[in-house]
């Protein structure tokens, strides 16, 4: 299974990779283009990890047309190998910046980090 999952990058399978595959058998394989594709877009997202393929999929649903480019496995890249955790409590970090910074610096800090999981659409900058 580790042979079927072996990165570009060369390191191990991520934790998510490992139990979709287990669960599915493996990871459906795409027709790699020939030639140049012809076509018009709005956008073109490079990369179909977890961060490209959200972003092309907010795109679609305002009503833009997205063309993915991925050059090697459809989430196998870079954002294949995160837990796509999103969380406000960072123990380790609070206790760096509360070291180094005043108390309104870490409050501002977690302020932040609380917004980026309860307003995620900020990212994307819909209103």
Known sequence: MQDMLQSETSLRPSIWQLSHVKRLGEFRRFPQLAGTTTGKFDVA???????GLTTALK????GVSVVVIEAHRVGMGVGGFS???LCSLQRTMFSLIRGKFDDDVVKAYGAMNQEGTTRPHMVFGAR
Do not use: N, P, S
């Not at 795109?59 to 305002?62: A, G, I, K, S």
């Open 83 to 85: 837990t796509a955790k």
């Open 45 to 51: 997202v490079i990369g179909a990890g977890m961060f």
């Open 59 to 62: 795109l679609r649903e305002r």
